[in-house]
């Protein structure tokens, strides 16, 4: 029912259009001019037709190529086969029962019927590559799209590893609060950062921290009420508030915000363990639009901040606890060690254990330099001579770790000097390891430009078979069926309809390589019949194709997905196999799907040669294979994940498994 109410929309479509009736008055035209004998043409164009040796009727019939052709433009390939079947059973009673010549109309009437269809395929092919191509940019710009937005985020992500790692150095509330503050001020470019931290038996906000504002000001909007002006507002709703000019809103409490000629603002809560611990607000004094990018930014550094304040805070309470204390170094998510001034540790937690790979009774024995490459020592030394000097401290950055077992490791590692230990000035560092996200983001910039390559490749690679299969024999198709015109009444008897059905086979023949190229670029199994029809169909291909022995075994009940997924294990599945047939010098492979009630495993498993898989699946672009790449990249778009295991001399099998 609902097929059938889609074709009469569709029909009412092409009623609707006027290039339908444009062409339906000419073909009506043309059949009248056909069958009407006593309709003359122009006497320029009878005078024409007499110069190229063409009958009337010749021309009549050649003259039905532009209806064809103009319904292959309209409605594609059968549009242009109706109005070219029509113009046969036009043209036919002419040719065969009032022509004077029926053997020369017959071979025209249906030289114009294969011309007119070859024609309106060729110009539907070349509509179909056109959209395909558009397609194709499309993806381009939205993958540039997606760079632009990696990019960014990548400098978001720098903003806030340097704000933690500022921030992370103290303990001590003033400090963590002073340093969050200089770090704003860089990081959000403006003229005035001012951070409130909540006294929550008082329902107050006390000014803790400021710059670009005078004492004066400072004093008069040191303390505020919850709900009071706009950053009590913020601590009681707990959301940003952006404020475009301050002296025009009627939420505006403190004259004292006017003298001090404050303009735009915006304010975030300092939010830790989901409740507000104060406010952060930074203001200029001209109109500043800040956007959602800015503020989002800002309500991350106030987490930051939030969370710093609240580790500050309950460092301070449990100070007389050194038990407590001791729990929070040992439990720390980032390597923490303590030493002295000459570099002895004194304490190390159970994440710089790990970390290093030393036993904690080994870290006791070793000197902090020791831990560090050459290269990275003298850095490290600066800084804590800055420290001496009683400068305030700086993010480091990333250094090198050297590990028990010789390894190297890329850590950001912090300084501060947290106080006086064994009679001496005490330095605390905090490590963390980036090694693996470096990683990963050299993968992902690698893959990216492997993408963008492969692109191209695909791109150079349909246009090369384009133009050396189909257009060439295009070609020789035409050339074949002027050959036939030109000859015609000269065959001998019963020698046409042999020559008309080697026309017919290579246009069989175009056909199928434009169908092979069809069915490369997309299969149409897939769409229509479903998953398991399409990778049986696969598999029948890669066997014929390479001589490689391929099943399909199905275990549990087989059931339908969503279009999407049923492509991306389609897909998974294609690149997998065209690895067994292009590299794993197999005899079999074996297509395993496995339907369970939560998820999906597709296996591939083949007898090959194998390989020594990388050590993760994120280092798989920079050993060269991006085909298990993209499989990995296909597989999380669902939430599911890729195993590789392969074995030198034993094969490969590739396991996906779905949450579906």
Not at 380 to 392: A, D, F, H
Not at 461 to 480: F, G, K, N, P, Y
Not at 543 to 556: D, F, I
Not at 580 to 590: D, F, G, N, W, Y
Request: glycine share 6%.
């Amino acid at each position: 029912m609902k097929q059938s109410l889609l074709w009469g929309e569709e029909k009412v479509n092409i009623l609707r259009q006027p290039g339908t009736w444009l062409l339906l008055l000419l073909f009506i035209f043309l059949a009248l001019a056909q069958y009407a004998d006593s309709l003359s043409h122009p006497a320029f164009l009878t005078r024409l037709t007499e110069n190229i040796g063409l009958t009337r009727y010749t021309l009549e019939r050649i003259l039905y190529l532009l209806p064809i052709i103009w319904a292959g433009a309209l409605f594609g390939w059968k549009g242009g086969a109706i109005v070219a079947t029509a113009a046969l059973i036009t043209m036919l009673p002419r040719a065969l029962l009032i022509s004077q010549v029926p053997e020369d109309a017959v071979v025209e009437t249906i030289a114009v019927f294969f011309v007119g269809n070859l024609a309106a395929f060729s110009l539907d092919s070349l509509r179909k590559e056109r959209l395909r191509r558009a397609e194709l940019e499309t993806a381009h710009q939205e993958l540039q799209t997606n760079l632009r937005v990696i990019e960014e985020s990548g400098k978001r992500l720098a903003a806030l590893n340097e704000t933690s790692s500022i921030i992370s150095q103290f303990l001590d509330l003033s400090q963590v609060i002073e340093s969050a503050v200089t770090c704003v001020m860089n990081v959000m470019k403006v003229e005035i950062v001012r951070i409130y931290i909540l006294n929550e038996e008082a329902q107050e906000l006390s000014l803790a921290a400021y710059r670009g504002v005078s004492e004066g000001f400072a004093n008069n909007v040191g303390n505020i009420k919850v709900g009071e002006g706009f950053n009590g507002r913020v601590a009681q709703s707990g959301k940003p508030l952006y404020v475009e000019d301050a002296f025009e809103d009627p939420r505006l409490t403190r004259v004292a915000v006017k003298d001090e000629n404050i303009r735009s603002q915006l304010i975030v809560p300092l939010i830790s363990k989901g409740k507000v611990v104060g406010t952060l607000a930074v203001a200029m004094r001209r109109y500043r639009k800040f956007d959602p990018a800015e503020t989002d930014l800002l309500t991350a550094i106030g987490n930051q901040i939030g969370v710093a304040v609240g580790n500050a805070r309950l460092y301070q309470q449990e100070r007389a606890s050194e038990q407590r204390y001791r729990g929070l170094f040992e439990n720390a998510h980032d390597a923490i060690w303590l030493h002295d001034e000459g570099g002895n540790i004194i304490a190390a937690n159970l994440a710089c254990v790990r970390l290093t790979g030393y036993s904690p009774e080994e870290l006791l024995k070793l000197k902090a330099p020791e831990l560090l490459s050459p290269d990275s020592v003298a850095k490290v030394r600066e800084i804590e001579e800055r420290l001496l000097r009683g400068e305030p401290p700086t993010a480091l950055g990333e250094v090198k770790l050297v590990k028990k077992d010789g390894s190297e490791a890329l850590i950001q590692l912090a300084t501060s000097m947290v106080g006086n230990g064994h009679g001496g000035v005490v330095f605390q560092r905090v490590a963390r390891d980036v090694t693996e996200e470096k990683r990963m983001q050299e993968n992902l910039k690698f893959f990216l430009q492997e993408i963008t390559k492969a692109q191209e490749e695909e791109r150079k690679r349909i246009s090369q078979e384009l133009h050396d299969d189909t257009v060439q024999a295009l070609l020789i198709l035409s050339r074949q069926i002027d050959d036939l015109a030109s000859r015609a009444d000269r065959l001998p008897e019963g020698e046409l309809p042999l020559c008309l059905e080697e026309l017919h086979q290579d246009t069989n023949a175009i056909m199928q390589g434009v169908k092979r190229l069809s069915q490369d670029l997309r299969p149409a199994t897939l769409d229509r019949l479903g998953l398991l029809p399409a990778l049986k169909w696969l598999t029948s291909k890669v066997s014929e194709h390479s001589g490689l022995s391929t099943t399909v075994k199905v275990v549990g009940k087989e059931r339908r997905f969503t279009h999407e997924v049923e492509l991306v294990m389609f897909r998974i599945t294609q690149e997998a196999l065209r690895n067994v047939e292009k590299h794993a010098k197999a005899t079999r492979a074996e297509v395993r799907v496995e339907f369970e009630e939560k998820r999906t495993r597709v296996t591939i498993k083949d007898d090959g040669k194998g390989f020594e898989p990388p050590r993760s699946v994120a280092d798989l672009p920079r050993f060269g294979k991006l085909g298990l790449a993209g499989m990995e990249e296909r597989a999380q778009l669902l939430g599911g994940t890729i195993s590789i295991t392969s074995e030198v001399g034993n094969g490969t099998s590739v396991v996906a498994e779905l949450p579906v």
